[in-house]
Nanobody, 112 residues
Framework: QVQLVESGGGLVQPGGSLRLSCAASGSIFSIYVMGWYRQAPGQEREWVAHITSGGSTTYAGSVKGRFTISRDNAKKMVYLQMNSLKPEDTAVYYC??????WGQGTQVTVSS
């Protein structure tokens, strides 16, 4: 049984930073692509970034240059460092393993 648990969300002012964490259990973590998605109120869930088993990263255009995804295979963790946050980054952020398993989400609110 794969479980993903996100943490690190919160309220931050525009221009601020947050670091999201996702703890995985129940799988051979290192072999899977891990990703972050987000869903704003009234909108579809959208892809944010992903990282391969080898550490290659890809980002959505809206976050490229501001967000950084990383992973620690030994700890079964994946992270999303978010800098220069904007109000439009407000959403529930979800961690996913291969888009087959999802966490419960963590709320990020960017507001002054």
């Amino acid at each position: 049984q794969v479980q993903l648990v996100e943490s690190g969300g919160g309220l931050v002012q525009p221009g601020g930073s947050l670091r999201l964490s996702c703890a995985a259990s129940g799988s051979i973590f290192s072999i899977y692509v891990m990703g972050w998605y987000r869903q704003a109120p009234g909108q579809e869930r959208e892809w944010v970034a992903h990282i391969t088993s080898g550490g290659s990263t890809t980002y959505a255009g809206s976050v490229k240059g501001r967000f950084t995804i990383s992973r620690d295979n030994a700890k079964k963790m994946v992270y999303l460092q978010m800098n220069s946050l904007k109000p439009e980054d407000t959403a529930v952020y979800y961690c996913t393993q291969g888009r087959n398993y999802w966490g419960q989400g963590t709320q990020v609110t960017v507001s002054s």
